[in-house]
């Protein structure tokens, strides 16, 4: 049988028709074993285990009851879970620092980019300065900037030094000194004003509005991925072609108008890019708030991530804090999926 | 050749990589082979205090078994709040230490005597003869159904209140043999209306507090309602509880404000430099004091928690040996050598615990050491749940969580609430 002329096989290969087969099938199967490891440690490590996972958080698996059966009512742990006015705090923290980190590390990120973006010396040099802060580690962010906002002897003391405090006191006022960490006030007050509105408000037991605390945690956690977010911009920017921004300039279009007409909307899928993979990071967090003020003042700082721990660590409630983990899983699969079939409709 | 990769070239390159990570297999540990033994302790003593208290006991070992390579596998964090974790991790994983520091009562005998993780070593208390010289409350800590399971190493007394002397003085405020919680509040007024910081709290991770809010409830029911709250014949919700509450939440009014940012040393350190008057925290702080090189009833004082002189509240560290221990031998060595009485003294002293043996020579402690050795002889003893002893791990984190809100709402109802509930669940 010989091969037809049609078909393009390169010539090496048509002169041994056997050495053919076994060049062509190596090169099916090459790939195939190569990817085999991978495929097979995920499967058992990601897959296998979420659905251990499940398997747990149905039973009363504890470290003092090694034997463990699936618990009656079979959510039972999963009611204990919700019913903790721990977790649904930490809930609300999660919403909560999950806006303000996006609004700053992107809106940061974005500010860097265009800054970056300009025809100005050292370029590269800004570019890795900005860029460093994600080089080093959760947890010495964490550490370091809970030494900035010791209410003693952190960074209250440049607002004396600065005069500020000073000028305050003198005309009447209280010096400005926050808490930052140690601080539990969560404002603003709106239990009140919604149990006017739903009556069955009033029998919440954690306070609706933003802990006071998140947003030192906010900015430390912005001040460490903005340069994640002004790299993905920097690639995005360089997508946009010189020639519109050339007729922009033609057409005297004024800074704002050339951002919010060209720069914004092209710079779309990269936003989209942003938000997909530092709102992920944000919903899992762990280090980072463990490492400054693990579950601060009337857990006003406290993440899903630290109340699995010490569930699963120090209560050595296996089961609940594998309903925990459960639900963190699927908080940051409704942001992931969608995204991901989303590419996969567009490649496809 | 060109220099294309091949897969006789990534076949070769392997092949080496291999066999070179074989032959360092092979000849890198018996480089060490002429090492008598080794033994790893595991424990959470990273303070300074701490940190010299676990040499006495390292040297004590070393001094008797000499050659020995010690792993000290320690893990920084108060009241072993990360060691935990760490250690579960361990045990479950079938890697344990040989020997490993835990706070005894429930904390030991439901947690690893119970699964099996800790070695019954009734023989080595046989054979060293402690059983006659150690309280039978104190035995009682590491003894379930007449066998034993760890070495206690010393008897802290958590209701203790520090005080810098100099700075009290200063404030024309004198302390006597005993303190009410009406002469506190009166004395923490007088320094308050000074401007000067009546009680120095370290409460990240809100330990401290917890250890404050249970002698305060200790002194507010006395020993007997307070043994009726352990059986479960008194609940968490009732007057007297709640009256302690309110107690305590005045008390909070004259911390200092960065409290929750501070650790419980930290906070020690306040009244050693004079910062600060009072610090109400267990014994371990002595060992602060020590370190710091101020004197016994000179530069600082010391006197019950209100309204439990007559009580003392044990929390006791103890060793154990893991099953199946790596080095078995070298494990039940060390629980000898830490058992012995030169040991646990050594000990004593530089920790601020008591010597958990009636048997020491009193006169080589200083003037703190000798004053709590008498309360070991003459009160009575109870279990502390702030840290596992007296109540299963799920309470200790109920309670833990129910109290840090607490602090900051200032509901009394709901925190009885919330602890009669974690009490009714142990009983489930």
Known sequence: MSIPESVGIPDHYKSFRFSARRSFFWDKLAPVLIISPVIVTTLTFVYVFIVLTVLISLSDWSAVNLAGRFSTPLLKNYSQLFANPRFQMDLRNTVIFTVMFLAGSVGLGLVLALLVDRQIRAKGLFRTIFLFPYAISFIVTGVAWRWIFNPETGINQLFNVLGINSVLVAAGLDPFKPGWLTDPTVWPPLNEALSNIFPAAARLQFDIGVPVALIAVAIAASWQLAGFAMATFLAGLATIPTHIREAAQIDNASGWTHFSKITWPMLAPFTLINLVILGHVSLKIFDLVYAMSGPGPGFATDVPGIFVFEITFRALKYGVGAAGSLVMLLMVAVVVVPYLIRNMREDA | ?428
């Open chain 2, 1 to 428: 050749m060109d220099n294309r990769v091949t897969r006789r070239g990534v076949m070769k390159g392997g092949l080496a990589l291999a066999s070179g990570a074989a032959a360092a297999s092979v000849f890198g540990p018996s480089t060490k082979a002429w090492a008598a033994g080794k033994l790893e302790i595991f424990s959470w003593w990273t303070s300074g205090g701490e940190a010299a208290a676990l040499e006495t006991l390292t040297s004590a070992y070393l001094k008797t078994f000499p050659g020995t390579e010690l792993i000290n596998a320690t893990v920084a964090g108060g009241g072993g709040s990360n060691a935990l974790p760490v250690l579960q991790a361990r045990l479950s994983g079938g890697n344990p230490p040989d020997s490993w520091q835990t706070i005894s009562g429930r904390a030991l005998l439901d947690t690893y005597a119970d699964p099996g993780f800790a070695e019954d070593i009734t023989d080595l208390y046989e054979s060293e003869g402690w059983i006659d010289k150690i309280p039978p409350a104190v035995l009682d800590l590491v003894r379930k159904n007449g066998r034993y399971y760890g070495v206690n190493t010393g008897a802290h007394r958590s209701n203790e209140v520090w005080f810098n002397k100099k700075l009290l003085a200063k404030n024309g405020i004198e302390i006597g043999d005993t303190l009410s919680f009406d002469q506190f509040f009166a004395a923490a007024e007088k320094l308050k209306t000074a401007g000067v910081n009546a009680l120095a709290v370290g409460d990240n991770g809100i330990w401290a507090n917890q250890r404050m809010f249970e002698n305060t409830f200790n002194g507010v029911l006395g020993y007997d309602q307070t043994q009726k709250l352990w059986k479960g014949e008194l609940a968490f919700n009732a007057p007297e509880m709640k009256e302690a509450m309110k107690i305590h939440l005045r008390m909070l009014e004259f911390q200092n404000p960065d409290h929750s940012a501070l650790s419980w040393d930290q906070a020690v350190g306040k009244v050693i430099n004079g910062t600060s008057a009072f610090n109400m925290m267990g014994d371990w702080a002595y060992g602060e004091f020590v370190k710091a090189g101020a004197k016994d009833g000179v530069d600082f004082g010391w006197v019950s928690h209100p309204g439990t002189d007559d009580i003392f509240i044990i929390v006791t560290d103890c060793f154990t040996v893991a099953k199946g221990a790596p080095n078995a031998v070298e494990a039940r060595n060390w629980l000898r050598a830490i058992g012995s009485a030169e040991a646990q003294l050594a000990f004593s002293l530089k920790k601020g615990a008591v010597a958990p043996r009636l048997d020491i020579d009193k006169s080589k402690l200083p003037p703190y050491l000798q004053w709590s050795y008498h309360k070991f002889a003459t009160n009575k003893f109870t279990g502390s749940s702030v840290n596992g002893e007296q109540v299963p791990a799920s309470f200790v984190q109920a309670s833990t969580d129910a109290l840090t809100s607490f602090v900051v709402t200032k509901n009394v109802d709901r925190f009885a609430d919330a602890l009669k509930a974690a009490q009714d669940a142990t009983k489930s």
